[in-house]
């Protein structure tokens, strides 16, 4: 599954770091680092994530929204 | 400060069933300060938002005396120092970082995920324990030994003691309530007192025995932490045990037992849990919006004049933030009054916001969610025997002392 966090509206609260470990790291006490295509099997954690978000930073394919947009890898 | 007064109105016992249409009268004044001297209290969503992100707002427990309240847990009280909730930065930041380093990312990013397994056997052995009883108390038979349980092994507390610290961990919930404070007696404040040196020296001995042989509990790694931060003398490590321990399991139990209230109050959310556990997480979210544990904050203080909608807040007076209030905005959240849990925008207030937003929030919503969606799965026909339940006393820490209900039975 794919998602996005906004980094704009992320605050490092690491909610998401706490319950999708798999997924998400912090970097430091506030960097986050995310991995944009996650494994089928992290669904039921990424739901836990994108809920627990203080912000609601972050879009998961199938969780929030429509499936995102593709993008050509092509440069 | 008269019952009739607003202020008065939201800690009085008799609403505490319902504080929700006090709170709608609140956010007709924006900034309501109702006596000289009194709390300025705050209930629509922005302001309050605003204000916890505010550095002109102090938590710190000294400030909060010199506003004349609050003599219980000035930091000579007890010997104890003020744990990090009753901090500013810098020393609230390297207590809760030290504090964290233990529990969450980046040093510990596993620690709550690991205990998902354990979580769910603690739930099912709580569950399985109600026997062929066709009436229970959910507060006493699964809420609160749930979250004791879970913060036990947790911190390395032995789950036997739960009746000794009880002793002690209750007063000093009680001494946070603003009403009991203001009627108590000097023996009442006493009591609180020796409570947290008590507990304080409870926990004194297991963090002895943890420096000689330390295990995988945060007990052991309070005790010999050593980062970039620092250690943290002896005080520190019991004072932040305390807090730990008490906010560990006193807001949860609320927050699990407004829960299975308030499915059964809506049907049929209720039974779409059953066959959807998923929804569990949806259902924690709007929980925490909807009727959240901890209902206001009303230990802060402000360290300079604020200007807010108009009025000034002077410098060193004491501000109430009514978390539950903003909550239920109409400014903020369509249709507030009405418990959704498929709501798109869930950016509720119900574990605070910026520095001291709650420590325990990912661990407070793990256990809900495997809790609420199990209590749906296993009781079969669950029924409310007194609606509304009788409630705590606390009006910050708010939920039913005892949820009756008629059960069918228990399925496997």
Known sequence: ?75 | MTQSSLLGQITDYANRADPYPIYAELRKTPVLHEEEGGAYVIGSYYDILHLLHDPRISSDAANLAAAGDDELTGPDSTGLPPSFIRLDPPEHDRLRRIANSSFGPPHCPRRIDSMRGELSRIVTELIDGLGDAREIDLVDQFAYPFPVTVICRLLGVPREDEPRFRTWVDPLVASLDPDTRRSADTEFQKAAQDARMQLGMYLAGLVEQRTKEPQDDMLSDLATSQGADGTLSMMEVLSTAVLLLIAGHETTVNLITNGMLTLLRNPEILQRLREDPGLSVRIVEELLRFEPPVQLVPQRTCIADIELRGTTIPKGSRIWLVLASGNRDPERFTDPDRFDPDRPDIEHLGFGSGIHSCFGAPLARLETQIALAELARRLDSPRLLQDPPPYRQNAVLRGPRHLPLAIGGVRP
Do not use: W
């Not at chain 1, 509206?9 to 970097?27: E, N, R, S, W």
């Not at chain 1, 992290?42 to 947009?69: D, H, W």
């Open chain 1, 1 to 75: 599954m794919r998602l996005v966090v906004d980094l704009n509206k992320c605050q490092g609260y690491a909610q998401c770091a706490f319950l999708a470990p798999d997924v998400f790291t912090m970097h430091g006490e506030e960097s986050l680092v995310y991995s944009p295509r996650a494994d089928e099997a992290q669904r039921e954690k990424v739901a836990r994530a994108v809920a627990a978000c203080p912000v609601q930073a972050i879009t998961a394919e199938g969780l929030n929204t429509e499936p995102l947009p593709e993008v050509s890898d092509a440069r």
